[in-house]
């Protein structure tokens, strides 16, 4: 039997679960990204100009862009050995890895679905990835 695979992710890990002849494996792969930082303190805050404040977002935000493209490397090499895909989450993340697979056609054509999900459980998780797959039989 082929190995289908249910991916739960979003900025901070990605959860894998691989069903294979009724069994069933989960991989949790964390992101290690940076979180959005707010600068605190009012206009000018801390003696820093704005226009010095802007800059340093603009580095902030290239240097997470990279760090995803890295976790999304990472994730889909555990998933290069699936038949079948079916991305969940509830951000923008799913959408983002869904365009890094598109570059990579071997894994595009595995992708069944592209669906919206907020957080659940590990066992949750598992569940639904089963009835999603046992369903397209």
Partial sequence: MKKNTGLWIDHKEAVLVSIQDDKSLV????????????????????????????????????????????FYQRVMELLEDSAGLAIFGPG??????AKEISKVSELHKKVTVIEA???????????KVKLFFSSRK
């Fill in 27 to 70: 991989q949790r792969i964390e992101s290690g990204a940076e979180r959005h930082h707010k600068p605190s303190g009012g206009w000018k805050s801390g003696g820093t100009n704005v226009a010095q404040t802007v800059s340093n977002e603009h580095i902030d935000e290239e240097r997470r862009k990279h760090q995803y493209h890295a």
């Fill in 92 to 97: 923008e993340a799913k959408v983002e890895l």
């Fill in 117 to 127: 999900c907020e957080r659940l459980t590990e066992n949750q998780l598992v569940a």
